[in-house]
């Protein structure tokens, strides 16, 4: 059996300064012990603009804590007004970025095209994706969330050879439970994630699929994060709000204690 090592990975979205962010994964550091490092990893998904100091932070003081990007350019550099590119981040040392949030399919009309050209830039950069999927609220009423899901993850990973693909880490965060303080129920999220790994499977091997992380996104807190993680195919947490609190995120990577 294949143990997955659980990933708890704080989007903090457009939030946090760099001088913020400098004192928040201080504050992160500090309360962490080789412990938490060794049951969970755990990562911080800053702006773009803090990366450069989290990564000086992370470099000068040793620290276990990942870090990476909440978006990447799936050109590598040239006339992209705005963009930010793999290189760029590679060269920031980042190990994650998020590619596909619902937040930029909504507002950037990021199509699963345009996602599954940035997670191939961002392995060619020696990136990792964290690859968003999920539905809208009224797709789940319609009773088709798992077919939508499964398809911005066919979408997502089309072309992508097997040895890339099982060191990709899923997110699957239910539209309707991000920000909303409705999380989605633990069989709910059990039951898509489960379906995310039967495809994977069935699109690779059972191989690949078993050491594909699959995260639960959506308004994920201390109180109920345990729950969610005590379902089988979840492996991690991407936590929006919530990672915002030091210490609420710190007790979220001790999910164990919860
Ligand atoms: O979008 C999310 C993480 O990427 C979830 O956000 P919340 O935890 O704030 O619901």
Not at 44 to 64: A, I, M
Not at 217 to 234: C, L, Q, R, T, Y
Request: net charge negative; aromatic share 6%.
């Amino acid at each position: 059996m294949t143990t997955r090592t659980p990933l708890m990975a704080g989007n903090w979205k457009m939030n946090l300064n760099h001088l913020e962010a400098i004192a928040h994964v201080q504050k992160l550091a500090f309360a962490l012990a080789d412990k938490d490092y060794d049951a969970v990893e755990v990562a911080v998904l800053p702006p773009f603009t803090d990366l450069r100091s989290v990564q000086t932070l992370v470099d000068g003081d040793k620290l276990k804590i990942k870090y990476g990007a909440q978006d990447v350019s799936a050109q590598d550099s040239g006339a992209y007004t705005g963009e930010i590119s793999g290189p760029m981040l590679a060269k920031l040392k980042c190990t994650y970025v998020v590619i596909g949030h619902s937040e930029r399919r909504q507002y950037h009309n990021e199509t699963d095209e345009l996602v599954n050209a940035k997670v191939k830039a961002a392995f060619k950069h020696g990136l990792t994706p964290i690859l968003c999927i999920g539905e809208e609220l009224h797709v789940r009423e319609a009773g088709d969330h798992v077919t939508h899901t499964l398809t911005q993850l066919e979408g997502g990973l089309k072309d992508l050879p097997a040895e890339q693909a099982e060191s990709i880490v899923i997110a699957y965060e239910p539209v309707w439970a991000i920000g909303t303080g409705k999380v989605c129920g633990s069989e709910d999220a059990q039951e898509v994630c489960a379906a995310i790994r039967g495809k994977i499977a069935e699109l690779y091997s059972q191989d690949v699929a078993d050491k594909v992380r699959i995260q639960y996104g959506g308004s994920v807190k201390s109180g109920n994060v345990a729950e969610i993680m005590a379902k089988p195919d979840i492996d991690g947490a991407l936590v929006g709000g919530a990672s915002l609190d030091a210490d609420e995120f710190v007790k979220i990577v001790r999910f164990r204690d919860q």
